[in-house]
């Protein structure tokens, strides 16, 4: 009987010399030169931290929907332009976008507010309107004392003093500083002539 000797496969192994290095592992899948790759991933770095810095803001403003729209966009970028195989998506991504922001989303938007009393009367919450009506306006209490004032100028640097009359004649000089009793502030003159402390009657 013939004997069969059966041959071990031959293994076609490459070397290390001929296994690709990372850069040209990292050029096969992006595509492009290296400075190609490098401008594609700054520019996708300024879109997704532009989308990033929004997001405290939107999420502040409680935008939900653009919020989830905007993160949707920054991945589905990042994903179609660091992938080789996507290349019409490329092409088509850019347009869809601004076709969606521009005219899509303005008709959504107006008809979800033909719905909605939204107005210039509405915009904030009820919470918010109220701290907003409470530092915008000054409410004078009923037992607040009021006084006669006199603006004055200093000489020299023109800084710019009041001169407070009480109701029982006692006078103050306000500056920056604060109110100071006239008798302690110094000469004050108004016109060319010196203004005295005022006594009130039977002091």
Same mark, same amino acid.
Do not use: C
């Given at each position: 009987?013939?004997?069969?000797?059966?041959?071990?496969? !031959?293994? %076609?192994?490459?070397?290390?010399?001929e296994?690709?290095?990372?850069?040209?592992?990292?050029?096969?899948?992006?595509?492009?030169?290296?400075?190609?790759? /490098?401008?594609?991933?700054?520019?996708?770095?300024?879109?997704?931290?532009?989308?990033? +810095?929004?997001?405290?803001?939107?999420?502040?403003?409680?935008a939900?929907?653009?919020?989830?729209?905007?993160?949707?966009?920054?991945?589905?970028?990042?994903?179609?332009? @660091?992938?080789?195989?996507?290349?019409?998506?490329?092409?088509l $991504?850019?347009?869809?976008? +601004?076709?969606?922001l521009?005219?899509?989303?303005?008709?959504?938007? %107006?008809?979800?507010?033909? +719905?909605?009393?939204?107005g210039?009367?509405?915009i @904030?919450?009820?919470?918010? /309107? $109220?701290? !907003? =009506?409470?530092?915008?306006?000054? =409410?004078?209490?009923?037992?607040?004392?009021?006084?006669?004032?006199?603006?004055l100028? !200093?000489?020299?640097?023109g /800084?710019?003093? @009041?001169? @407070? %009359?009480?109701?029982?004649?006692?006078?103050?000089?306000? %500056?920056?500083?604060?109110?100071?009793l006239?008798?302690e502030?110094g000469?004050?003159?108004?016109?060319?002539?010196?203004?005295?402390?005022?006594?009130p009657?039977?002091?």
């Amino acid at each position: 009987m013939a004997k069969v000797h059966e041959q071990a496969p !031959e293994r %076609t192994e490459r070397s290390e010399a001929e296994q690709p290095s990372t850069g040209e592992r990292l050029r096969e899948h992006l595509g492009g030169t290296p400075w190609v790759i /490098a401008v594609k991933l700054l520019l996708l770095a300024l879109v997704n931290g532009f989308v990033l +810095f929004g997001v405290p803001r939107m999420t502040e403003q409680r935008a939900w929907s653009m919020l989830g729209a905007a993160l949707v966009a920054m991945v589905v970028m990042d994903v179609v332009y @660091l992938r080789r195989d996507l290349l019409p998506l490329k092409y088509l $991504i850019p347009g869809t976008v +601004f076709l969606l922001l521009f005219q899509v989303y303005p008709v959504a938007y %107006t008809f979800y507010l033909s +719905f909605t009393n939204y107005g210039a009367g509405h915009i @904030l919450t009820k919470q918010q /309107a $109220i701290e !907003e =009506i409470l530092e915008g306006n000054l =409410i004078t209490p009923e037992d607040a004392v009021r006084y006669e004032v006199v603006p004055l100028a !200093e000489e020299g640097d023109g /800084a710019v003093a @009041l001169l @407070l %009359t009480g109701p029982d004649g006692n006078q103050f000089l306000g %500056t920056e500083e604060g109110l100071t009793l006239l008798e302690e502030a110094g000469d004050v003159v108004r016109e060319g002539e010196q203004i005295e402390q005022s006594v009130p009657p039977g002091g």
